[in-house]
């Protein structure tokens, strides 16, 4: 029979209830600043109890302050046991951590960077083990050639689920409004292996994907045989057409005749012209 467990309510004692300033003093000591409201007092034990005080700081919102105290057995003096800052109700807290393995994210590798694989990478899979030609692959071990770990199958069908589906895939708006697909393009690189009926690589310079791998239904307008270039018009001489002409007059234009008599009329009466 197993002994039932016996658990004791603490008691509040009253010395150390009444403590609130002797705590609040402390807690604003730690603090270094003054504290809020008092938040009750929480009895932990035998003489023993915690004051709560809501913190100040801008930057603890929702925290707050747990000052213990306590009091030895037949003493009247109570004493600060501990202070420390602690997170209440809808307090803003730090995410919940995570190790760096599972934080980072496609894109996060910089210049300089290693990143290890874990030796049970399930994407990866000792070289001995795949392949589709065992044949090849036992000439290669024994010969020591190939790598150490090659993609799983798990590794591979990741590769083309996310490649399809992303930017490469024929979903991508540059592929709908493509004029045919990657798989009847001259500069479509077919990839060798199991991935090879699928996807190939863009080999033309003037394409977004140029060195990426696409799906073979992808494309985009630089097609190799999207549309044939249309070449300049022949020079032709200039037509004159000599079954209708109008008269142009060849030289200088006339000067302009001035009227009979000049411009002033004789019966004017003359100007001065400030000389004798
Ligand atoms: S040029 Fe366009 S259609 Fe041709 S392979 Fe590259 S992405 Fe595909």
Sequence with gaps: ???????????????????????????????????????GFAPEGDRLGTHFFAATDPA??????????????????????????????????APEWLPWSDRVRPGDLGVGDLLVTAVDDERLTPAYAAGDD???ETVALELGF?????????????????????????????A???PAPCGTCGFYLRLVGGLGPLFGACANEY???DGRVVSADHGCGAHSEAAVRAESPDRVETLVDDYRFEEVTV????????????SVDDAEAGEPLGHS
Excluded at 150 to 160: E, I, K, Q, Y
Excluded at 251 to 262: K, M, R, V, Y
């Design 251 to 262: 030289g200088p234009p006339p000067l302009p005749t001035a009227p009979p008599g000049g």
């Design 146 to 174: 190939g790598r150490v770990r090659v993609l799983s199958l798990d590794g591979r069908d990741d590769a083309a689920d996310r490649w399809y589906d992303g930017a490469a895939g024929p979903a991508a708006p540059i």
């Design 207 to 209: 394409a977004p994907d």
């Design 176 to 178: 709908q409004a493509a």
């Design 60 to 93: 603890y919102a929702g925290w707050r302050w747990a000052v213990t105290v306590a009091r030895a057995a037949r003493a009247r003096v109570v004493t600060v046991d501990e202070v420390v800052l602690l997170p209440g109700e809808g307090a803003l807290l």
């Design 1 to 39: 029979m197993t002994p039932a467990t016996r658990t004791r309510t603490a008691v509040v004692d009253d010395a150390c209830a009444a403590a609130a300033d002797q705590a609040r003093s402390a807690a604003e000591g730690a603090a270094g600043r003054p504290v809020g409201a008092h938040q």
């Design 134 to 136: 065992l044949g090849e």
